[in-house]
């Protein structure tokens, strides 16, 4: 927003003098040089009348014409700045590919043109696949019952990207927090599970899921073809349960080196990431816009 003052300043200065002066002639008539009537000189007393003139002083009134400076008040003619603010707010906005900016209410707002959608602020092809990023990720840990509260954590990282941004989530225990975690789900899989350490209080964070098919053979499995998954994206917490909020990336394996054995889980993996619009199955999750 621009701020325009306009000041104006008016200084009027007013001067005058005016002067009279007894007509010499005046004076010698007012003047009786006979000897005789000397007394008759004092009426030239009556010349001081002349002092009288010294009411021409008012003219000095006439300085009041310097209250036309007055006119300096259409200095506030600079309020006429404020019609800056009919101008369109999004005249200054240069936004994102694929995005267009909207005047609401009057803020300017970047917006995904047709045929696109927000994705961690990048418009994104609602129908075209598009490529996110990429991860990696090792860990070794036991295996824990889905209806285990307190779920005991293993060790390992991943690392990957989104829309160009590097993450890495590392193993950490907070006693009553635990990253990462492998649980053996209800519906078939074994899930290993980071989040974004806490910094403080949180009500939500950041977290990636990696999923295998229980039935998923011990070994290498590098055709693309396992059927584990993964899934970056948003977890809220709501009273007692935590559950997804929205969803980031979604992908699958690449490569996958697996052993279950004797309650342990021990996997390495890589794979890519796409936008979870791509993928019909995430349809139930919403995409995280920011």
């Not at 006693?175 to 949180?202: C, D, H, K, R």
């Not at 693309?224 to 998954?229: F, L, N, R, T």
Request: proline letters at 3%.
């Amino acid at each position: 927003m621009k701020i325009f003052i306009v000041l104006f300043i008016f200084l009027v200065f007013f001067g005058c003098e005016n002067s009279v002066t007894a007509q010499k002639e005046d004076l010698v008539l007012g003047t009786d040089t006979d000897e005789k009537d000397d007394t008759d000189s004092g009426d030239t007393g009556n010349t001081g009348n002349t002092g009288n003139t010294g009411n021409t002083g008012n003219t000095g009134n006439t300085g009041n014409t310097g209250n036309t400076g007055d006119t300096g008040n259409t200095g506030d003619t600079g309020d006429t700045g404020n019609t800056g603010n009919t101008g369109d707010p999004c005249s200054a906005v240069d936004c994102q590919e694929n995005a267009s900016c909207e005047n609401q209410e009057g803020e300017a707002v970047c917006v995904c043109n047709n045929g696109f959608h927000m994705n961690s602020g990048v418009c994104v092809s609602d129908t075209v696949i598009t490529e996110t990023g990429d991860y990696e990720l090792e860990f070794e840990g036991p295996i824990n019952p889905f209806e285990t509260e307190q779920k005991t954590g293993g060790k390992g990282s991943v690392s990957f990207t989104h829309l160009e941004t590097n993450y890495t989530f590392e193993e950490f225990d907070l006693q009553y927090l635990q990253s990462p975690v492998s649980t053996a789900e209800t519906n078939g899989t074994f899930s290993v599970v980071w989040i974004e350490q806490p910094a403080g209080f949180i009500t939500e964070f950041k977290f990636f899921g990696f999923y295998i098919p229980q039935s998923l053979a011990n070994g290498v499995h590098d055709a693309g073809d396992a059927g584990a998954s993964a899934i970056f994206g948003v977890m809220e917490i709501s009273g007692q349960s935590v559950q997804i909020k929205c969803v980031k990336s979604v992908g699958k394996e690449d490569f996958i080196d697996i052993n279950n054995s004797d309650g342990t889980l021990t996997v390495d993996a890589d794979g890519r990431f796409v936008d979870p619009a791509a993928v019909p199955t995430v349809g139930d999750f919403a995409i995280c816009e920011e």
